[in-house]
C-alpha cells in the first residue's frame, strides 16, 4: 500500500524568500508522484508530475520538485515566492488508478 | 475545451435527505474518480468509474453511498440519508485513460444541517 506524509502544516514565509514544502512516501512499487495547488475555495490543480527519466521536475509558476528514491522523498521548492502563492499544497502518490493524498501544506506568504 | 464540470458547487442538505453529485468529465475522457475532502483533511479516494462500470470502490462507504457513470450523461455520485458527518467537498477528477494524468473539478461543497 503507498501512503503520503507532509512534514509541516502550515509553512510562513515572506514575499521573494525561498521555500520547501516536503513530501515523503512509502510505497512498495513504482509510483507516480504529483503535487496540487489548491486556492480558497477552487478545485486542484496540477503544479508538477515525475512519472519517471530526470529526477528534477520543473512545473507551473515557477515551481521545481526534486524526487529522491533513497529517501522516498518528493520535496517542492521555489526559489522566490509571491504573495499569490498563498494556497494549500498537496502531495500525491499514484500506483494505478487511484492518487493517494497527503494531508496537505498551507503556505502563507505576507509582504 | 472544457475542463471537468460539477454541479451544484454548493449543495445544503438536511439530515435525511439525500444528495446527488454531478460531473462533467473533460471532453475525451472516459474515466472519473470521486474523492471526498473532510475539514483539515486531504482528498481521500471513493470510487474510479468507467462509462457503465464500477472499477474501484474501495474508498466508498458501504451504506448509504453509490455511484454511477451511464453510457449518456453525467456520473453521479448519490447519497442517501445523509448525516452531519456526509458534510465535505467531493471532487471529482477524469482521465483519458488508466493511471492516466487527473485532471479536478471545483468541487461540491456539501452541508448537511
Known amino acids: 500500500a503507498q501512503s503520503v506524509t507532509q512534514l509541516d502544516s502550515q509553512v510562513p514565509v515572506f514575499e521573494e524568500a525561498p521555500v520547501e514544502l516536503r513530501c515523503n512516501y512509502s510505497?512498495?512499487?513504482?509510483?507516480?508522484l504529483f503535487w496540487y495547488v489548491q486556492y480558497p475555495n477552487q478545485g486542484l490543480q496540477l503544479l508538477l508530475k515525475?512519472?519517471?527519466?530526470?529526477?528534477l521536475v520543473k512545473g507551473i509558476n515557477g515551481f521545481e520538485a526534486e524526487f529522491n528514491k533513497s529517501q522516498t522523498s518528493f520535496h517542492l521548492r521555489k526559489p522566490s515566492v509571491h504573495i499569490s502563492d498563498t494556497a494549500e499544497y498537496f502531495c500525491a502518490v499514484g500506483a494505478g488508478t487511484a492518487l493517494i493524498f497527503g494531508k496537505g501544506t498551507t503556505l502563507s506568504v505576507s509582504s | 475545451n472544457a475542463g471537468v464540470m460539477q454541479n451544484p458547487r454548493h449543495l445544503v442538505r438536511r439530515r435525511g435527505q439525500e444528495a446527488r453529485l454531478r460531473c462533467s468529465p473533460m471532453?475525451?475522457?472516459?474515466?472519473v474518480y470521486w474523492y471526498r475532502q473532510l475539514p483539515e483533511e486531504g482528498l481521500k479516494f471513493m470510487v474510479y468509474l468507467q462509462k457503465e462500470n464500477i472499477i474501484d470502490e474501495s474508498g466508498m462507504p458501504k451504506e448509504r453511498f453509490s455511484a454511477e457513470f451511464p453510457k449518456e450523461g453525467p456520473s453521479i455520485l448519490r447519497i442517501q440519508q445523509v448525516v452531519r458527518g456526509d458534510s465535505a467537498a467531493y471532487f471529482c477528477?477524469?482521465?483519458?485513460?488508466?493511471?492516466?494524468?487527473?485532471?479536478f473539478g471545483p468541487g461540491t461543497r456539501l452541508t448537511v444541517t
Open positions: 471532453k475525451g475522457h472516459s474515466h
Open positions: 477528477a477524469s482521465s483519458r485513460e488508466t493511471g492516466g494524468e487527473q485532471y
Open positions: 515525475y512519472l519517471s527519466g530526470s529526477t
Open positions: 510505497s512498495s512499487v513504482s509510483v507516480y
